[in-house]
């Protein structure tokens, strides 16, 4: 096991060393991006490593040509390929500290192997794992740069993500202070945020599913609306092996 681990540490700093040696910009060359911010955005990862170097070589590309790269993930980078299984979702944490991402949020894979891994391998991010008081904590920097007057200084704001899914983890004794300002520890309960007046997109279109009567039973319990019926259907639907 020792040996498969080192074995995988190896070729990801490989992948890595490889992918920033193709920056195409050099140090002295024009920086057509310099003032720009670049936001580069992944999901699902699932332990894909030829991802994670792609990333690397992406933003230090990006950052080459003069541009300030954020780095964001939105979930489900704990559990796939063995990679990742099999370290229950530490080395997942491990690549996206080496790959150089800012910011991240959960997924409901990265609970599969329980909540104290997960609090254990948040615990190695090097990368913010977003919370209300991170977007404040945006906010008040973006004021100090840009328009004070204004949430985020003005700043024009583009978050993607699943607001339906699992709370952000937040520590026993970060909530007991959090809470006396907050009304909980989602994004959206900002008080930056709610001095906006944002406008939410819904992606309507299921890509993971082509039944359509399943995808109905999974949006009635996303949404909240579990009915007898709805249960009695779920229950039916299991298969238990003989």
Same mark, same amino acid.
């Given at each position: 096991?020792?040996?498969?681990?080192?074995?995988?540490?190896?070729?990801?700093?490989?992948?890595?060393?490889?992918? &920033?040696?193709?920056?195409?910009?050099?140090?002295?060359?024009?920086?057509?991006?310099?003032?720009?911010?670049?936001?580069?955005?992944?999901?699902?990862?699932?332990?894909?490593?030829?991802?994670?170097?792609?990333?690397?070589?992406?933003?230090?590309?990006?950052?080459?040509?003069?541009?300030?790269?954020?780095?964001?993930?939105?979930?489900?980078?704990?559990?796939?390929?063995?990679?990742?299984?099999?370290?229950?979702?530490?080395?997942?944490?491990?690549?996206?500290?080496?790959?150089?991402?800012?910011?991240?949020?959960?997924?409901?894979?990265?609970?599969?192997?329980?909540?104290?891994?997960?609090?254990?391998?948040?615990?190695?991010?090097?990368?913010?794992?977003?919370?209300?008081?991170?977007?404040?904590?945006?906010?008040?920097?973006?004021?100090?740069?840009?328009?004070?007057?204004?949430?985020?200084?003005?700043?024009?704001? &583009?978050?993607?993500?699943?607001?339906?899914?699992?709370?952000?983890?937040?520590?026993?004794?970060?909530?007991? &202070?959090?809470?006396?300002?907050?009304?909980?520890?989602?994004?959206?309960?900002?008080?930056?945020?709610?001095?906006?007046?944002?406008?939410?997109?819904?992606?309507?279109?299921?890509?993971?599913?082509?039944?359509?009567?399943?995808?109905?039973?999974?949006?009635?319990?996303?949404?909240?609306?579990?009915?007898?019926?709805?249960?009695?259907? &779920?229950?039916?639907?299991?298969?238990?092996?003989?």
């Amino acid at each position: 096991m020792k040996h498969t681990k080192k074995l995988l540490s190896l070729l990801l700093v490989l992948c890595l060393i490889l992918s &920033l040696s193709c920056t195409a910009f050099a140090a002295d060359e024009a920086k057509p991006l310099a003032g720009k911010t670049v936001i580069l955005h992944s999901n699902d990862v699932h332990g894909a490593i030829d991802l994670y170097a792609a990333m690397a070589s992406l933003k230090a590309d990006y950052e080459a040509q003069g541009a300030e790269v954020i780095l964001a993930d939105a979930g489900d980078y704990s559990q796939g390929t063995v990679y990742v299984s099999v370290h229950k979702g530490a080395d997942a944490v491990t690549m996206m500290n080496a790959t150089g991402y800012d910011v991240a949020t959960i997924g409901n894979h990265e609970f599969d192997y329980g909540y104290a891994q997960l609090a254990e391998n948040m615990k190695a991010a090097k990368f913010k794992v977003l919370c209300a008081d991170v977007l404040d904590a945006v906010s008040d920097v973006l004021r100090r740069f840009r328009d004070r007057r204004k949430p985020f200084g003005g700043v024009q704001l &583009l978050l993607i993500g699943d607001v339906q899914q699992l709370a952000p983890v937040v520590r026993d004794e970060e909530w007991a &202070l959090l809470r006396t300002f907050y009304d909980s520890p989602f994004f959206f309960d900002s008080k930056a945020l709610k001095q906006t007046d944002y406008v939410g997109i819904e992606l309507q279109r299921v890509y993971r599913q082509s039944d359509g009567r399943f995808v109905e039973l999974l949006n009635r319990v996303r949404d909240g609306r579990v009915d007898r019926n709805t249960s009695s259907k &779920l229950t039916n639907s299991i298969r238990f092996p003989a």
